[in-house]
Each structure stands twice: as structure tokens, then as C-alpha cells.
T-cell receptor, first 114, second 112 residues
Framework: AQSVSQHNHHVILSEAASLELGCNYS??????LFWYVQYPGQHLQLLLK??????LVKGIKGFEAEFIKSKFSFNLRKPSVQWSDTAEYFC????????????FGKGTKLSVKP | DGGITQSPKYLFRKEGQNVTLSCEQN?????MYWYRQDPGQGLRLIYY???????QKGDIAEGYSVSREKKESFPLTVTSAQKNPTAFYLC???????????FGPGTRLTVL
């Protein structure tokens, strides 16, 4: 079955620390990859996405993610986090093109201490 | 103001009652989706619709029903058959020919 794994349930960092959130997916042929963010009390928002081309993609608010096909991974990174990055982060994988289903990981809650 | 609206934000119902959650979009998107979010579980797909008058079951459709009579509307009914209906429900939509889903603000349903 298609699945998406996020390695950390809850990550606590101090401001200015570097962030890396892991995401792995099961093999499923063609995939499109997404990171969504849910700030407290707000909509689920698209942070960044990868469809093809350069495997290092940049998103909003200084986030980036690297697609490593051989490892079935799409890890999210930010060099220096801010208190305002406190949120829940979801990795999602679209298996099989636009008509396929978007499978979400269980989410990683990030708490940034000021 | 364009986007996806879900109403109400909070909904309380007694056990055994059916309840319908609203989802409307004015983005002219073709596809619409319903997800359920539980703490530590991520989002799980309930139902989806690629076009008007057509919809398919997702991974956890039991106890739910939907309709898609209009392109802009995709209401979800949580029936009394749903064993554990208390959850946060998210609606999403996607423009035809693209791969990105956009989400509404969600409805938090509590069954007492």
C-alpha cells in the first residue's frame, strides 16, 4: 500500500537553530511531493512542492526541500528557524498523477522556543 | 474574496444525529475532496469528486455520504453510522489539469 512516513512526531528547537524534518514514501512510480504547514488556528497552507526538474525546491518563508529519488525521501529544511515557524508540518505524496490520491504523513509538530 | 469556505467553524451534535458540513469554493476548481484530521494521524481521505455528479470513496468512507450537484459545492454528511465522528474535517479543491490541492479552514465537529 502507498504510504508516507514522517520520522518525528514533535520537534522542539530554539530560535536560530537549523531544522530538518524527514519524509519518506513507499515506492509507487511517478510521484509529486508536497509539504504543507498548519499554523495554530489557520488553514493548511502549501509550503512547497516538487513535480520535476531540480530536486532542490525552495518554498515560502525560507524553507526548502530536497527530493532524493534513490532514498524515496523529501526532507524539509530551514537553516535558521524563528518562533513564528511554530506549526504542524505535513508531508504529502501524490501517487499516479493528478487523478491519483494525495497521501499524507502523520505530521510533525514543531515548537520553536524564543 | 476567492477561496474555499467551510461552515460552521465549530459544530456540536448529539450522538445518533446526522450532520451535514458545508464546503463551497469559488475558484472554479473541478475536483473537491473531504479529509478527516485526527491528532497524530495526519489527514485521511473520506470522499472525493473529480467532476460534478460523480464522486468516489476514499480510505475511510464508512459512515459518511456526499453529493456533488454543483461544481462549487461538495457537502459532507456525517451519519449516525460513523463510529467516532468527533474530528476536524477539511475540504480541499484542485483545478483540473493541475496537481495541487488547496484547503479550506476546516470544521471541528464534536459529537456529545
Amino acid at each position: 500500500a502507498q504510504s508516507v512516513s514522517q520520522h518525528n512526531h514533535h520537534v522542539i528547537l530554539s530560535e536560530a537553530a537549523s531544522l530538518e524534518l524527514g519524509c519518506n514514501y513507499s515506492y509507487g512510480g511517478t510521484v509529486n511531493l508536497f509539504w504543507y504547514v498548519q499554523y495554530p488556528g489557520q488553514h493548511l497552507q502549501l509550503l512547497l512542492k516538487y513535480f520535476s526538474g531540480d530536486p532542490l525546491v525552495k518554498g515560502i518563508k525560507g524553507f526548502e526541500a530536497e527530493f532524493i529519488k534513490s532514498k524515496f525521501s523529501f526532507n524539509l529544511r530551514k537553516p535558521s528557524v524563528q518562533w513564528s515557524d511554530t506549526a504542524e508540518y505535513f508531508c504529502a505524496v501524490l501517487f499516479g498523477g493528478s487523478q491519483g490520491n494525495l497521501i499524507f504523513g502523520k505530521g510533525t509538530k514543531l515548537s520553536v522556543k524564543p | 474574496d476567492g477561496g474555499i469556505t467551510q461552515s460552521p467553524k465549530y459544530l456540536f451534535r448529539k450522538e445518533g444525529q446526522n450532520v451535514t458540513l458545508s464546503c463551497e469554493q469559488n475558484l472554479n476548481h473541478d475536483a473537491m475532496y473531504w479529509y478527516r484530521q485526527d491528532p497524530g494521524q495526519g489527514l485521511r481521505l473520506i470522499y472525493y469528486s473529480q467532476i460534478v455528479n460523480d464522486f468516489q470513496k476514499g480510505d475511510i468512507a464508512e459512515g459518511y455520504s456526499v453529493s456533488r450537484e454543483k461544481k462549487e459545492s461538495f457537502p459532507l454528511t456525517v451519519t449516525s453510522a460513523q463510529k467516532n465522528p468527533t474530528a476536524f474535517y477539511l475540504c480541499a479543491s484542485r483545478k483540473g489539469g493541475t496537481d495541487t490541492q488547496y484547503f479550506g479552514p476546516g470544521t471541528r465537529l464534536t459529537v456529545l
